[in-house]
């Protein structure tokens, strides 16, 4: 079997594909910036390159005819070439998108679902056989919260539509499936998690986990503007979070497309804030 080839493989859902295709037997590589600092489990064969510069991945796609995409720009502009590199060698492309494309609009109502609505274009015209993971908000975003929780046990932003959250081992799962799988070709998977949630809801969660009362705060986005950029984010990046949090519509969607694709049901926002209850624990 070739190899799989799996990008943003020591991010929060690329490591977990990297796992579970490795418990699943399959040969996996991962492509890493600096594959001496990937940190990843024995057996991956860690392959240097970089999607911004895209002659780079022509050695890492050696050997590997599917691959696993996540996009790590805020914008489609270097795609065109990226996928051109890629269909050179591939056949098979998964790609983790988001659950707010719209495909009846002209435009999406933010840039981050504008982006994922471009590469879902080019990557339909690439010629490769594909299926897109099209995710809701990703658990682990949580994370980001982390400093304030420990800190003041308070987390101050703009509020946002409430979201079925998704763990980000039940979004590998079905990576994994269709990376492995026939049957997923032309699939546009939406992802969700069991429960729809508020941020207040899922603060709240998370200070039941670390076993002390922790609330939402909501400041308006000039505010949480200023804060982001003092905490060093870039300009194009805040610009863009902001953007989704004036204009994401309310949603209500809950799918069952986990528990069909792996035979699991999707886990609980309340079970992941079980397992990574360290990570918001005040040290000493």
């Not at 939406?190 to 603060?203: H, K, M």
């Not at 982001?228 to 870039?234: C, E, F, S, V």
């Not at 792996?262 to 309340?270: I, N, V």
Request: net charge negative.
């Amino acid at each position: 079997m070739n190899e799989i080839l799996v990008t943003g493989a020591t991010g929060n859902v690329g490591r977990h594909v990297v796992g579970q295709l490795l418990a699943a037997g399959t040969a996996v590589r991962a492509l890493a910036r600096a594959p001496e600092s990937a940190a990843l489990p024995q057996g991956v064969k860690v392959v240097g390159g970089d999607l911004a510069q895209p002659d780079t991945l022509r050695a890492a796609l050696a050997g590997s005819d599917t691959l696993f995409l996540i996009w790590p720009f805020l914008t489609a502009e270097r795609a065109p070439a990226v996928l051109k590199v890629i269909a050179q060698h591939a056949r098979r492309i998964v790609y983790l998108s988001s659950s707010g494309v719209n495909e009846d609009a002209e435009r999406q109502t933010d840039p981050i679902n504008q982006l994922h609505a471009d590469l879902e274009r080019l990557i339909e015209r690439s010629g490769m056989e594909w299926t897109f993971l099209r995710s809701n908000t990703i658990a682990s975003n949580t994370r980001g919260w982390a400093e304030q929780i420990r800190t003041t046990h308070v987390v101050r932003g703009p509020d946002i539509a409430a979201t079925a959250v998704v763990h980000e081992r039940d979004i590998a799962a079905v990576a994994v499936r269709a990376l492995v799988d026939d049957g997923h070709a032309g699939m546009k998977h939406i992802l969700t998690g069991p429960q729809v949630l508020s941020r207040a809801e899922q603060v709240h969660a998370i200070g039941e986990a670390i076993g002390h009362p922790t609330r939402f705060e909501r400041v308006s986005v000039e505010v949480a503007r200023q804060q982001m950029l003092a905490d060093g984010r870039p300009p194009a990046l805040v610009e863009a979070l902001l953007a989704s949090a004036d204009t994401r519509p309310e949603s209500n969607l809950i799918t069952s497309t986990v528990e069909e694709v792996t035979g699991a049901p999707a886990r609980t926002f309340r079970s992941w804030a079980e397992e990574h209850a360290d990570d918001f624990r005040r040290a000493g």
